[in-house]
């Protein structure tokens, strides 16, 4: 009996202090549970561990793309701000690539709308509690990906000091577009920058926002699952043809939404020798004349 008494007291005091994986790369999400903590931080930022219907709270830590190699330490919080447990988090290398992309000077000149980079920035800061979002994520279209998350970007050979916070996937004008997982919407504008616009709220930290779209199908404050329609691709804003380019945000953060779903690249030299975008690592093959019409193979529309 007080071997049992002994057991069920050192259960209850089994703490859970986890955060998978412990070596991210750059852009990516660590998941930190506990049963304890309420909050975590890591590098200056902390995050919101919410409670959970199963199992410990769970918080969403992102790694910036630009952040710096090397270790870091991960603090569990509880409500003082006392650290209850630290692990150390090791920051890889996600090698993303180099791009660069040919724009016409007036789509490179476009200025974004009054209030454009305000609501967004808005969009990005408000955590919600509930939670909607749910895995496995799954592309908001099946076309290929033109562009991938990271990349750092090259406007007509000049460094533009940003990198590719989204995915572009090619999608033929008028293509339904899909959340990538169930929410609430919170945007939908027409900008001249973003073009048309969605942003969804998953909750608990996971947000979306898709972009240059030619129509709208959804509406502000509609709750919507991965079935429904939200709009339909298109290329207004800073665009080069059709294609969606969405990005994921967790706490504010944009992230590589490659580790949260499979994502296809568009195959190497599946675009024209005009194509836009060329990637520093590998080098693009030579695309053979002989393939594809260019009518049948439209550019990697981006941006
Ligand atoms: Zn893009």
């Not at 974004?112 to 509930?130: C, D, L, Y």
Request: hydrophobic share 35%.
């Amino acid at each position: 009996m007080r071997w049992f008494l002994f057991l069920l007291a050192a259960a209850a005091w089994a703490q859970v202090f986890d955060a998978v994986p412990e070596k991210p790369t750059q852009g990516t999400v660590i998941k930190v549970t506990s049963d304890k903590a309420v909050s975590a931080r890591l590098n200056g930022r902390t995050i919101t561990l919410f409670p959970q219907q199963e199992g410990p709270a769970l918080g969403l830590m992102p790694v910036p793309t630009l952040e710096k190699l090397g270790k870091y330490q991960l603090d569990f919080l509880d409500q003082s701000g006392a650290v209850l447990h630290s692990t150390e988090i090791t920051v890889e290398d996600a090698y993303y690539p180099l791009e660069n992309l040919s724009i016409a000077p007036s789509i490179s000149k476009l200025k974004p709308s009054p209030g454009e980079q305000a609501t967004v920035g808005r969009f990005r800061e408000a955590i919600t509690a509930e939670r909607y979002w749910k895995e496995p994520f799954a592309a908001p279209v099946p076309g290929c990906v033109t562009s991938p998350f990271g990349s750092t970007r090259l406007h007509n050979g000049k460094l533009t000091g940003d990198f590719h916070a989204g995915v572009d996937q090619r999608g033929a004008a008028g293509t339904p577009i899909h959340p990538i997982t169930p929410g609430v919407v919170k945007i939908v504008q027409k900008w001249n920058l973003r073009g048309g616009t969605v942003a969804i709220d998953h909750g608990q930290g996971v947000e979306t926002i898709y972009l240059h779209m030619s129509a709208f199908q959804a509406k502000e404050g509609q709750q919507v699952s991965t079935s429904d329609v939200i709009g339909y691709v298109g290329s207004t804003g800073r665009s080069t043809g059709p294609h969606v380019h969405w990005t994921m945000y967790v706490n504010g953060v944009p992230v590589n939404p490659g580790q949260w779903m499979k994502l296809e690249p568009c195959a190497a030299g599946s675009h024209p020798p005009t194509a836009a975008v060329q990637h520093a690592t590998p080098k693009p093959k030579p695309v053979p004349t002989a393939t594809a019409s260019p009518a049948a193979v439209p550019p990697a529309p981006q941006e």
